[in-house]
């Protein structure tokens, strides 16, 4: 049958498609969530500044935060937290990096990760009155969860030096050896750097933004950072956490 009428109108769209995969799967949507939670953050707090007559405005935007951080505790207790470290944790002691010092620095860093989720979820349940806790040890859980994600967000700069450490000498071996590959093998090998830098890229902006949020946060850190500051670097680690959501449904 031939198209109809509307379809000069309605036009297959590529970017719809991908937009439709990426919200199909679990990170896309946390990482939407968690984009709204932390850019919400920026605009009450220049629209505070703007004058009283927002006030209603901010209510309604803000009203939106409590169901959209249920959500994401919700995504991360089904397993989206859980799975991919028990996934790395399996990949790195069968897969072990050749220096000792960066096999302790990997496994402590998972470890940390693996804790933080349990911690989190128990804190989280024990908030809405699934289980029976003392509230001080609930809030206790709660703060040991964000320290852990903390120091394992501190330890993971040590992981991104070596990745830069391996890339740069990818970059200058591709660079030596240009001549001597053919145009297409040396076009799939950049091409292929291009991408590994540009994710570590976003593992850096993400180190950089929620490292000083979650120090504060888990009390390791006297607080520095306001409202708009948490704001400002949570949308940034957001926005790139976003786009590297979108790259992985190309």
């Not at 859980?82 to 002691?93: A, D």
């Not at 071996?173 to 076009?187: C, S």
Request: proline share 4%; glycine share 6%.
């Amino acid at each position: 049958m031939a198209p109809t009428a509307l379809a000069r109108i309605l036009r297959p769209n590529q970017s719809l498609e991908r937009l439709v995969r990426m919200l199909q799967t679990v990170n896309g949507v946390d990482k939407v969530l968690q984009t709204y939670i932390f850019a919400q953050r920026l605009l009450v707090h220049f629209l505070q500044r703007a004058g009283p007559e927002h006030g209603e405005t901010i209510k309604r935007i803000v009203s939106l935060v409590p169901a959209f951080n249920d959500a994401r505790f919700i995504l991360r207790l089904a397993g989206l937290g859980e799975l991919p470290v028990i996934q790395g944790i399996t990949r790195m002691e069968n897969h072990p990096p050749q220096s000792t010092l960066s096999l302790f620095v990997r496994r402590a860093q998972l470890w940390l990760m693996f804790a933080y989720f349990p911690l989190e979820h128990y804190a989280w349940l024990a908030g809405k009155g699934a289980i029976k806790v003392d509230p001080a040890l609930s809030s206790r859980a709660s703060v040991l969860s964000v320290r852990c994600m903390a120091l394992a967000l501190g330890l993971g700069f040590y992981g991104l030096y070596e990745e830069h450490i391996a890339l740069t000498a990818r970059e200058k071996q591709l660079a030596r050896q240009g001549a001597e590959l053919d145009q297409k093998e040396k076009a799939r090998q950049a091409a292929k750097l291009a991408t590994d830098r540009a994710s570590w890229a976003i593992r850096v902006v993400n180190n950089l933004c929620f490292f000083p949020i979650m120090s504060q946060m888990g009390g390791l850190v006297s607080p520095f950072l306001n409202d708009m500051h948490i704001g400002l670097l949570g949308s940034v680690a957001s926005a790139a956490q976003l786009y590297a959501a979108w790259q992985a449904t190309a």
